[in-house]
Each structure stands twice: as C-alpha cells, then as structure tokens.
C-alpha cells in the first residue's frame, strides 16, 4: 500500500432492482474501507426492506391466532431468518420475489373476503 492511497471496496454493478435502488449512490465506485458507514446504513435498509416483506407474507399466508409466546418466537425466527436473506438480497432477487408473493398473497386474501362476504349475503 502506498502512503496516500487508502484501501477500497468495490461494490457490484450487478444487482437486483431493489438493492440496486438502495446501493445506487455507490454503484460502479469503490468504498474508502475506513467509510463503511453508508454501506452499513445501505445494507440494514434492505434488511428492514425484506423484513417488512417477510412479516406481510406471513400475515398474509400463513399467520394462525397463536399465543404471544409463540408469535414471539416466530417473529424472532423470521428476523433472524431475514439476515441471510439479506446477504443474499444482493444478488439474487429476494425482496422482487417477496413483493411478488406480498402481492399474490394479498389478491387472494381480497378475494377470499370478497367471497364469503358474498356467501354470507346469499344465506
């Protein structure tokens, strides 16, 4: 290493649409490693990103009337389940796939509610 020239990370060109929204100021440029706070930054708003699409998933697929202790447990699963998806959020499309999935879970869910509302009429 030279005297004036610091250590840097590049950060991919080849993301997703999504993390590529939230890495755009960086896309293509090298990070100083002594200034990773942005990336940090940048990186935890994508986790709370799929985290947020996690918890809608769930609530709207598969979410049952449970004690508190057990939602608890399941809400700490999936935040800890979320970190490696995060990782991988950079790379592949997951929070594409979990908005796609919020959105199917929640046509469904529509038209579910929809339906028995118009079964309760008709008895």
């Not at 590049?10 to 100021?25: E, K, L, R, Y």
């Not at 918890?55 to 508190?68: D, E, Q, T």
């Not at 499309?93 to 509610?113: D, Q």
């Amino acid at each position: 290493m030279t005297g004036n020239m610091a250590e840097t990370i590049v950060v991919p060109t080849d993301m997703w649409p999504i993390a590529n929204f939230i890495f755009q100021g960086y896309v293509g440029k090298t990070i100083p490693v002594d200034n990773l706070d942005q990336l940090a930054l940048n990186l935890f708003f994508l986790y709370c990103i799929i985290v947020v699409l996690s918890v809608l998933v769930y609530n709207l697929g598969f979410a049952r009337k449970l004690p508190i202790l057990k939602n608890v447990i399941i809400y700490v699963m999936l935040l800890i389940g979320c970190m490696p998806l995060t990782v991988m959020g950079m790379g592949l499309p997951v929070a594409e796939g979990m908005f796609v999935i919020a959105i199917i879970f929640g046509v469904y869910r529509f038209r579910l509610h929809r339906g028995r509302k118009n079964q309760s009429q008709q008895a």
